[in-house]
């Protein structure tokens, strides 16, 4: 992986800041559910008009924030680990850039042991990562707790028959895409991505897996939240667990 791809602008994670104190940011389109029964094409969209995401068959629950334990010191270690970057890729954007968390091998053991702490004991069989830095931090975590790793990818990466699920954006709209087959009704999967800002991608993640395939969504889990774009509002009665923000 090179740095290309980890600071790929496409999947910018950031900010605008009007003055120093307060910043603003990019807003998108919510997107809406519309149910689409598969064919046996080989490729199946659904396209999205608004935000709702919440899939069936949770209950509310809390959402929870690993540095609200004062007491646990390896979260500061990892807060400043990463880089944030003024002005890019444009002025105005502050940029978030976990590949310096990447440079230091505690810290980033630290992050990945954080996740597998809280997720060895909830029977998770499926850790779906978000393109492309939800490939960083997916893998070792479901390694630890015995999970499979289904990777939830930009449209035409995938060789077989694929799912798609169509997103909005603030410049038009998005496509996620997975294998066909790679997970099944019933099963109990965790969505993993770098950072959550408004929320989009793990929105179009859920409906994915919950709404289209039946997979039940245990929780969201970031590295990173920029709390100001309310993106864990728009995740409807999934949880979000995230290190930092």
């Known amino acids: 992986m090179n740095g290309a791809l980890l600071l790929n602008s496409s999947k910018v994670y950031a900010h605008f800041a009007s003055t120093v104190a307060k910043r603003h940011c990019r807003s998108i389109a919510t997107p809406s559910s519309v149910q689409l029964s ?60 976990i590949t ?49 790793f289904v990777p939830m990818r930009k449209p035409k990466k995938l060789p077989g028959e694929v799912i798609s699920e169509e997103y909005s954006l603030e410049y038009g709209k998005d496509v996620m895409e997975m294998h066909v087959g790679a997970v099944e009704a019933g099963e109990r999967a965790l969505i993993v991505d770098d950072l959550i800002a408004t929320g989009g991608t793990l929105c179009a993640a859920i409906r994915l897996l919950g709404k289209r395939v039946g997979v039940h969504v245990v929780e969201c889990a970031c590295v990173v939240e920029l709390p100001e774009l309310k993106g864990r509002d728009r995740l409807g009665d999934k949880p979000l667990f995230v290190l930092v923000n």
């Open 100 to 148: 310096t968390l990447l440079l230091d091998t505690k810290a980033f053991k630290d992050t990945i042991d954080l996740f597998v702490e809280r997720y060895r004991d909830k029977n998770i069989s499926v850790v779906a990562g978000i393109e492309a830095r939800g490939f960083i931090f997916g893998p070792p975590i479901a390694l630890a707790i015995g999970a499979k």
């Open 38 to 97: 598969l064919s046996h094409s080989k490729s199946h969209r659904i396209s999205i008009n608004s935000c709702s995401c919440a899939a069936s068959g949770d209950s509310v629950q809390a959402r929870q924030m690993a540095s609200d334990d004062a007491n646990d010191t390896r979260i500061a270690a990892i807060s400043s680990a990463i880089r944030v970057i003024p002005d890019f890729p444009k002025p105005g954007i502050l940029f978030h850039d």
